[in-house]
């Protein structure tokens, strides 16, 4: 074993196209010895690995990618583990520090770790079909090969309910046909049947496909493994060819004009409907006789959490230089 001190980089490419590879991305692969990853991964960056020691992994040997860039680094060798997208989304990252940990190593040790962190299909796919992520979104992987269905479906039903904008990673593939068609029934048991989606097929890369949906005609697409299907919150829209979510501004600002506030609104607080807002309202109609169970029901939220805000102490709200301009 050599005495010299390795190091693994974490690398993510990006959605595929080196021109939306980072610097330091190119630059870990650059300096690094040996260069590990899914053999589809490999092509990707094909035109940087000339005099690098090239290890291809197939699709399910996440553990091997792992297991060999960890002996490389401790032969004192520089490793760059590569990902698509980012390293640290249902990337390389989570599992190679399990196999870090596993091993004995800390941050102490001797092998040096970094994760350069890229761009992932979410963002690359966004991007593309203009911009459905201005508000809360979140992201779903449908391959239930590590994680049971039921964890998964009720992930789903959950941001269903709450109305984030989705993406669902890793939707479809030559066995997991129905994982799609369950997901679809999910959400359509809390959004309109006419609720925007997007479906992107290898974005940024040669064969890149993009088609607009709704969510009844979902499961109908032509989706697979390199595709990510968005799906729009009960505010998105599409218009020219363009999905987009609002931020909320219409509720604040006129956006016809000089976009000053509406009435009683203020610049840098919350909206009347924000928390302090909200919160006096909830105290005004619980005093004049609403229960907390109806309370709870109207708002769509739970009981005790309503019962807790009723009963909290009355606070001020301070402007945010932070927040002030949203």
């Not at 330091?24 to 020691?53: F, N, S």
């Not at 520090?97 to 962190?117: H, K, M, N, R």
């Not at 109609?285 to 005790?304: N, S």
């Amino acid at each position: 074993m050599s005495s010299a001190a390795g190091k693994i980089m974490l690398v993510g490419i990006g959605p595929g196209s080196v021109d939306h590879m980072t610097h330091r991305a190119r630059a870990a692969i650059a300096e690094a010895d040996v260069v590990v990853g899914y053999v589809t991964y490999i092509k990707l960056v094909a035109d940087l690995l000339e005099g690098k020691e090239v290890v291809r992994k197939g699709m399910t040997e996440e553990l091997d990618r792992a297991v060999h860039a960890l002996a490389s680094a401790r032969e004192g060798k520089k490793v760059a583990l590569i990902s698509s997208g980012d390293a640290g989304v249902y990337g390389m990252a989570g599992p190679t520090y399990e196999v870090l940990f596993q091993a004995g190593w800390t941050p102490e040790s001797d092998v040096e770790v970094e994760v350069i962190p890229g761009a992932s299909a979410i963002n690359a796919c966004a991007a593309l079909v203009g911009a459905p992520l201005t508000h809360d979104f979140c992201s779903i992987s449908l391959s239930d090969l590590l994680t049971p269905w039921p964890v998964i479906a009720r992930r789903l039903d959950a941001v269903a309910a709450a109305d984030f904008v989705v993406a669902l990673y890793n939707p479809k593939s030559g066995r997991r046909t129905q994982q799609i068609v369950q997901a679809q029934q999910l959400f359509l048991r809390h959004r309109r049947p006419d609720t925007p989606v997007a479906v992107v097929k290898s974005a940024y890369r040669r064969r890149e496909r993009i088609e607009f949906t709704t969510l009844d005609h979902m499961s109908e697409c032509d989706i697979g493994m390199l595709t990510t299907v968005l799906i729009g919150n009960s505010h998105t829209f599409v218009r020219h060819g363009l999905m987009v979510t609002p931020r909320g501004y219409a509720n604040k600002y006129e956006l016809h004009g000089d976009g000053s506030t509406r009435e009683g609104e203020k610049r840098g607080r919350s909206l009347s409907t924000g928390l302090l807002g909200w919160t006096e309202n909830l105290r005004i109609d619980h005093a004049e006789g609403e229960t907390v169970a109806a309370l709870a029901l109207r708002h769509k939220l739970p009981a005790d959490y309503i019962e807790m805000v009723l009963t909290a102490p009355v606070e001020e709200e301070a402007v945010s230089v932070e927040e002030s301009e949203e």
